[in-house]
């Protein structure tokens, strides 16, 4: 008895607070779809909560995968060009890192500037305050700004990678997206 009364109460429970396997689903009409549930009126149409592409792990390659600053394949002046970026905020001066910081750090006693996560990003020991401007760069950032901060020649790939592994960061998402940019292998 208290056995089936355990298991009537486990299935009344939500499935959201239960935590979900990963082949199960919810319908638009909020029904669970899987395969510990009944059919759902019309399986093509399901949320899957949780991207894999956040949560799987991913493990950020070593800072030698990546192309430092004179061995870059593409011409960044011709790409800023053609985009029809600006030539003076680059650099130390980036403009993208400074509009980003602007933003995402208005509540800082001293706000960051772009120079000094210039010079964060290349430091050996970064101090306790270039961790925490470059973990501000790192999790505020959009993946369309740290393309056009490289574009802007504020690090190299194998720079900011190498800032990554020194602070000991790790963001499943922005180690799969930054790997993208690794070198080709030979």
């Known amino acids: 008895m208290l056995e089936q009364l355990r298991n009537e109460q486990q299935a009344l429970e939500s499935p959201l607070r239960r935590g979900l396997a ?7 009409d909020g029904t669970l779809n899987g395969p510990t549930a009944a059919p759902a009126v019309d399986s093509r149409i399901c949320v899957t909560y949780g991207d894999p592409w956040h949560f799987e ?65 290349r430091t050996s020991a970064p101090t306790p305050r270039q961790k925490h ?29 190498a800032a990554m592994h020194r602070i000991g960061y790790r963001r499943n998402e922005l180690s799969r997206y930054v790997n993208q940019f690794a070198k080709a292998p030979r």
């Open 57 to 121: 792990p991913c493990d950020l390659l070593p800072p030698e995968a990546f192309h430092a600053d004179g061995e870059t394949p593409t011409d960044r002046h011709a790409i800023r060009a053609a985009c029809g970026l600006p030539e003076d905020g680059t650099k130390e001066r980036s403009a993208t890192v400074h509009a980003r910081f602007f933003s995402c750090t208005a509540g800082w006693r001293t706000p960051p500037t772009s120079e000094e996560f210039y010079h964060a990003l």
């Open 133 to 161: 401007v470059i973990e501000a760069w790192l999790s505020e950032a959009e993946q369309w700004e740290i393309l056009r901060a490289w574009l802007e020649e504020a690090y190299s790939w194998r720079d900011l990678v």
């Open 22 to 28: 990963s082949s199960e689903r919810f319908t638009l």
